[in-house]
């Protein structure tokens, strides 16, 4: 009988050891990899609002940003006016623009942006030798490579 109790307890003190890595699967399971990534999207806006503001009333905002590389020298973004910025490796701005579509002009490359009132954009700048890449990003990629953190950002991290 004392070989018995010693086996389930056993066997129970085992499964509690085991519970902490089945609670984290249970997100991805019963809500979906799409829930997952519309929450993780929706709190890595919420840290860019802290970080950099949130759009106000109806403006919106488009956030360039250089990711970091080893080509030496700023990154110039002009837009309609004239320069609005020089970004240097790892750095970022955030404009406050007027709803609308707008087109910039990045080392001689252009992008079009279309923003909606109190959103937010975000175009990623990667330098290379021949010249900038640009590209329409969003607030988790933005996140991801200012902090270095690849790791989900749900609330429980």
């Given at each position: 009988?004392?070989?018995?109790?010693?086996?389930?307890?056993?066997?129970?003190?085992?499964l509690s050891f085991a519970?902490?890595?089945?609670?984290?699967?249970?997100?991805?399971?019963?809500?979906?990899?799409?829930?997952?990534?519309?929450?993780?999207?929706?709190?890595?806006?919420?840290?860019?609002?802290?970080?950099?503001?949130?759009?106000?009333?109806?403006?919106?905002?488009?956030?360039?940003?250089?990711?970091?590389?080893?080509?030496?020298?700023?990154?110039?973004?002009?837009?309609?006016?004239?320069?609005?910025?020089?970004?240097?490796?790892?750095?970022?701005?955030?404009?406050?623009?007027?709803?609308?579509?707008?087109?910039?002009?990045?080392?001689?490359?252009t992008v079009t942006v279309?923003?909606?009132?109190?959103?937010?954009?975000?175009?990623?700048?990667?330098?290379?030798?021949?010249?900038?890449?640009?590209?329409?990003?969003?607030?988790?990629?933005?996140?991801?490579?200012?902090?270095?953190?690849?790791?989900?950002?749900y609330a429980s991290n």
């Open positions: 009988m004392k070989i018995r109790i010693l086996r389930v307890f056993a066997a129970v003190l085992l519970l902490p890595s089945v609670a984290q699967n249970v997100r991805y399971e019963q809500q979906g990899t799409a829930y997952v990534t519309a929450e993780d999207q929706w709190i890595a806006d919420r840290l860019v609002d802290q970080a950099i503001g949130a759009p106000q009333g109806a403006d919106a905002q488009v956030v360039f940003y250089r990711t970091h590389d080893q080509v030496p020298g700023p990154v110039r973004v002009d837009g309609g006016a004239g320069p609005l910025a020089l970004l240097e490796s790892g750095t970022c701005v955030a404009l406050r623009l007027v709803p609308g579509s707008h087109a910039f002009v990045i080392d001689g490359r279309r923003v909606e009132p109190g959103e937010r954009d975000y175009v990623r700048i990667t330098s290379a030798p021949a010249g900038p890449k640009v590209a329409i990003s969003n607030a988790l990629t933005f996140l991801r490579l200012v902090t270095g953190k690849r790791d989900p950002l």
